[in-house]
């Protein structure tokens, strides 16, 4: 049940931080500058590489173990995000944060690795229960998060937005530990 917590909240996290950004667009716009061109590429670039550094975090899950996995995925997303949240935020810089390590960071952390991990835990009488357990959290995450990202918006601004991000982020390094292989 711990590796099921676990996924639980490492899917809640990084599913439901990954889905608002587009909340952030107007912010960005006012505050950075930002085109709506460089936006979407950024958005672009992210699940370019969050497709291309899935299957690479797998192999480091088989071979080290999912918790270092998810840690190493966490640790990256945290990076964009404070980079994002304290450098120039320009040009190519913006599209690195943004796109670049929060996609490798997505790659890390999205649902493929707690729910294979979740997946190895549970006997095939409790997995399809215990996997759909994971998914609706993530869904939860999907109102949760919005909900929570339009408040902060509105009420602190995008910077204080972005450093709850990384509350949260942090949250889920101490969490990843708890994903066993």
Known sequence: ?????????????????????????????????VTRTEFGLAIGIQMLFWGIFAPIFGILADKFGGNKAV?????????????????????IYFQICLGVLV????????????????????????????????????SFGYFLSPLFTNYSLANNGWVDTLFYFLIFLSIGLVVASFVTS
């Open 1 to 33: 049940l711990i590796v099921l917590a676990s996924a639980c909240s490492i899917i809640l996290i990084s599913m439901g931080l990954r889905q608002t950004f587009g909340l952030f667009f107007e912010a960005f716009e006012k505050g950075l500058g």
């Open 103 to 138: 996609g490798i960071g997505c790659g890390g952390t999205a649902i493929s690795i707690p729910m294979s991990m979740v997946g190895k835990h549970f006997p095939l009488s409790n997995r399809t229960i215990a996997m759909s357990i994971v998914t609706a959290v993530g």
């Open 71 to 91: 840690f190493l995925g966490f640790l990256i997303f945290a990076l964009g995000i404070f980079m994002l949240y304290s450098g120039p935020n320009t040009g």
